[in-house]
T-cell receptor
């Protein structure tokens, strides 16, 4: 039973196309994230949602639009794909509990996007 | 913003030896420092974390130390095994935006444990 799942695992597409990556978590967490890992393995946060509300929005081109239909899902839609968008995209989730002070981020397996 | 530097970028050790990975951070307000392990083709997985009110934390063969004055923290793996081979990332965070914690990651260390 996968905690954080992403589909598809691999995505190969042409420049200029529009594509979506889906993420689902079954941990009951209320916060979800999207990260981008480039070819040098550098990991950088893109967005964070809490209960369907955007909380963190780093300097990301507005071609990237996250959508959260409910707190268990956070999808990433990318318009007009460019060569530089090629990367591995990771979804993550966490649950903040003030009493326990734990907010570990659990990552999905990643989606490798290749733009030709 | 926060900047996290991680060294070395690659590290090879003999099985049974110890491995040490070091990170420095720039923002003195950072108070949470997790370490993640990423195996080939998988997502990062938390292995240990430390908060700024603690100087050291251990979990079996893994330990993390934090020096707030110098703004650096280190991961120590003892009695390394081949399955420890992976990319290790340090990260720093100075708090939450609501319930979301913004992590700034180091550039990663490829650890190879030679049998």
């Amino acid at each position: 039973d996968t905690a954080v799942s992403q589909t598809p695992k691999y995505l190969v597409t042409q420049m200029g196309n529009d594509k979506s990556i889906k993420c689902e978590q079954n941990l009951g967490h209320d916060t979800m994230y999207w990260y981008k890992q480039d070819s040098k393995k550098f990991l950088k946060i893109m967005f964070s949602y809490n209960n369907k509300e955007l909380i963190i929005n780093e300097t990301v081109p507005n071609r990237f639009s996250p959508k959260s239909p409910d707190k268990a899902h956070l999808n990433l839609h990318i318009n007009s794909l460019e060569l530089g968008d090629s990367a591995v995209y990771f979804c993550a989730s966490s649950q903040f509990s003030g009493e326990i002070l734990t907010d570990t981020q659990y990552f999905g397996p990643g989606t490798r996007l290749t733009v030709l | 913003g926060e900047n996290v530097e991680q060294h070395p970028s690659t590290l090879s050790v003999q099985e049974g030896d110890s491995a040490v990975i070091k990170c420095t951070y720039s923002d003195s307000a950072s108070n949470y420092f997790p370490w993640y392990k990423q195996e080939l083709g998988k997502g990062p997985q938390l292995i240990i974390d430390i908060r700024s009110n603690v100087g050291e934390k251990k979990d079996q063969r893994i330990a993390v130390t934090l020096n707030k004055t110098a703004k650096h923290f280190s991961l120590h793996i003892t009695e390394t095994q081949p399955e420890d081979s992976a990319v290790y990332f340090c990260a720093a965070s100075k708090g939450r935006s609501g319930s979301a914690r913004q992590l700034t990651f180091g550039s990663g260390t490829q650890l190879t444990v030679l049998p």
